[in-house]
Every structure is written in C-alpha cells, then in structure tokens.
C-alpha cells in the first residue's frame, strides 16, 4: 500500500468514526419497529371496516383509523426519546435532540395541516402522497443523525409520496398502500438502528 493509498484509508476511517459519533442516539430501533406493527395492524384494521373509500363517511372512517396509528407512533417514538434524553443522554446529544427536533419539526407541522386541510375539503385521495412525502421530507431532514443506509429508505418515502399524489384515489387509499409502506419501512429503519447499535457496541 503507497503512502497516498494509506492516507485515504485513514481519512475514510476518521470520517467513519466521526460519522459514529454524529449519529443520534435517541432514536430507538424498537420503537420504528412497533411503529411498523402499528402502521400493519391499522392496514388490517382498514381492510376490515373500509376496505375501498367510496363516501364522505368511508374518508374520515380512513383518516380515524391513519391518525389515530400515527398518533401511537408518535407516543412511542417520543416516549423513547425522552426516557433516552432524561437518563442517557450527554450535554452535546442533548443538543443533537434539539437539532432533530427543529429538523423535523416543520415536515410534521405542514403534514397535519394539510392533513386536516384535506379532510375538511373532502379530498381523501391526497392524503396518502401528503403523508408520505412529509414523512419523506422528515427523514431526510435529520438523515445525517440516521444510520447512513437508511438514506435510500428517505427517499423511497419522498418518491412515493410524489407518486401518489397522481395516483387514482382508489388506489392510493387501498389498505395495503399505508400498511405496506410504512409498515415496512419502519420496521427496516429499526432493523437498521438497532445493527449499528450492535455494531457501534461491538
């Protein structure tokens, strides 16, 4: 190995090491896990008691049920966080709490608003594409506290969210749209937080 070919590895591994440091580590790979059995569990639900939106009734029967597992989403995930920041967090990873935070912050704002937004309109078809894109926009706002091969997974959300929005209602609302997506998207983003934990510890 020439002097240059080492110099390169070692920045690679100082960058490596730094990126391990900038990750933050209240995010809980459990709790995206129990947000993906949520999000599953409310597809079947859907399936169950509406499984194709046809009437105003159907829409916000649709949008009880999606809020109501985001809702528990956000409690576990944020409950997680909150037990991590009061029991394990540094000063400098509770300023990394702050930064996800403001990072995140604004892409949940738009979501609700446009969310309720739609409802009061009664324009269900567009909740989907709004809900993911959001989602999508999060992520990648706070992807470099995130395990860094979650980066495609962001920009899954993004692209479907955009996709969806053209989608026909009938097949944006579809149970297994929601179920599918964000029930398997954050079980992968745990399956990917908690590897590097292991990783980090190992």
Not at 24 to 40: H, Q
Not at 175 to 198: D, K, M, T
Request: charged share 10%; glycine share 12%; net charge positive.
């Amino acid at each position: 190995m020439t002097d240059l070919e080492r110099a390169l590895a070692d920045i690679a591994e100082v960058r490596e090491r730094l990126g391990q440091v900038q990750r933050f580590k209240g995010y809980s790979g459990l709790a995206a896990l129990a947000s993906g059995v949520f999000a599953i569990a409310a597809g079947v639900v859907q399936w169950l008691l509406v499984p194709a939106v046809t009437t105003v009734h159907d829409g916000r029967l649709y949008f009880a049920i999606w809020f109501a597992c985001c809702a528990a989403s956000v409690v576990v995930n944020y409950s997680a966080i909150a037990h991590w920041y009061v029991n394990d967090a540094t000063a400098r990873e509770r300023w990394q709490t702050a930064s996800v935070g403001l990072g995140i912050l604004p892409a949940l704002l738009l979501g609700a608003a446009l969310s309720f937004a739609l409802l009061r309109a009664g324009i269900f078809g567009l909740l989907p594409g709004v809900w993911f894109g959001c989602y999508g926009v999060g992520l990648i706002a706070s992807r470099t506290m995130l395990p860094r091969a979650v980066a495609p997974l962001c920009v899954g959300f993004l692209v479907a969210g955009a996709l969806l929005l053209f989608a026909p209602p009938a097949l944006a609302l579809a149970p297994w749209v929601l179920a599918g997506g964000f029930g398997c998207g954050q079980v992968a983003i745990g399956v990917l937080v908690i590897r590097e934990r292991e990783g980090v510890a190992a």
